[in-house]
């Protein structure tokens, strides 16, 4: 058994003035048209998200912003989630028939939903195991000095179960995982980030065996206090040691590998 573990810098790519019914409605067809065919010419294996972490309320595509009490008896969901799940499917459905089979599909979410409320829930945003290859999940730790740094099961335990409960044998990412570095923090409590990384390499593949792959969220920020939240795998060099011996574990690879799916005829 083999799993896949990388660290990188998460970029913002959106595009100001899009939306979900937009999206439904056909408007950006040339521009995800143009993509597909980009994709398809870079000829490699490639995993794509659509509406990464639809659940929280942090991006223009939550199900909050489209009706999110709002029961759809016509689909038997709640209006919010549908719409999303409408969306990407159009999204997959367009890059498919571009002939565009390199792309594999991540359904990723955060690992608790934000609103906590039944409408919020995966399952409701779930696209359909035809439309997924991969089940992603945003896993973070501690990102502010007054907040506690949790431990790797409470943030896992119940997402992973989750995730398992949408297809029994789809594989499962820690599509982005990150704890912050606070030499004076005021929370107290918690593992310090070298421990928590050394527990999350470990945990990840021997408690949880779907999971196959982990993308550490390399990041640094300045708060409105003037603070700063590190991030970076880096942050210093007990944590970098950590990172270094955890994915030194012969389970790791240092390179995802991805088997191509067969070109349409």
Not at 128 to 149: A, C, I, M, R
Request: hydrophobic share 35%; with cysteine.
């Amino acid at each position: 058994m083999s799993f896949g573990a990388t660290a990188r810098c998460r970029s913002s790519s959106g595009r100001p003035g899009t939306n979900l019914n937009e999206i439904i409605a056909g408007t950006w067809d040339g521009y995800i048209d143009k993509w597909a065919d980009a994709a398809r010419d870079f000829g490699h294996p490639l995993i794509v998200v659509f509406g990464v972490e639809m659940n929280g309320t942090w991006f223009p595509w939550s199900g909050a912003y489209y009706g999110r009490h709002e029961w759809d008896r016509e689909r038997n969901n709640w209006r919010g989630p549908e719409t999303f799940r409408t969306a990407y499917r159009h999204v997959v459905d367009r890059v498919r028939a571009r002939g565009a089979t390199n792309v594999k599909w991540m359904f990723h979410t955060n690992n608790y939903p934000y609103p906590y409320e039944t409408w919020n829930c995966a399952a409701a945003y779930y696209p359909g195991s035809d439309y997924v290859d991969w089940l992603g999940l945003s896993v973070y730790g501690q990102q502010f000095k007054d907040e506690p740094n949790p431990d790797i099961p409470s943030l896992v335990d119940w997402p992973y179960e989750e995730m398992c409960r949408l297809d029994p044998k789809k594989p499962i990412m820690i599509a982005e995982w990150a704890t912050g570095e606070f030499p004076h923090s005021t929370a107290g409590g918690g593992l310090g980030k070298a421990d928590w990384i050394k527990e999350g390499l470990k945990l990840f593949r021997t408690r949880y065996p779907r999971i196959k792959a982990a993308v550490y969220w390399h990041e640094r920020w300045q708060n409105a206090d003037g603070s700063y939240s590190n991030l970076r795998v880096n942050s210093s060099v007990e944590s970098l040691d950590a990172y270094r011996e955890g994915v030194a574990n012969p389970n790791w690879l240092g390179n995802l590998i991805l088997r191509a799916l067969p070109k349409s005829k």
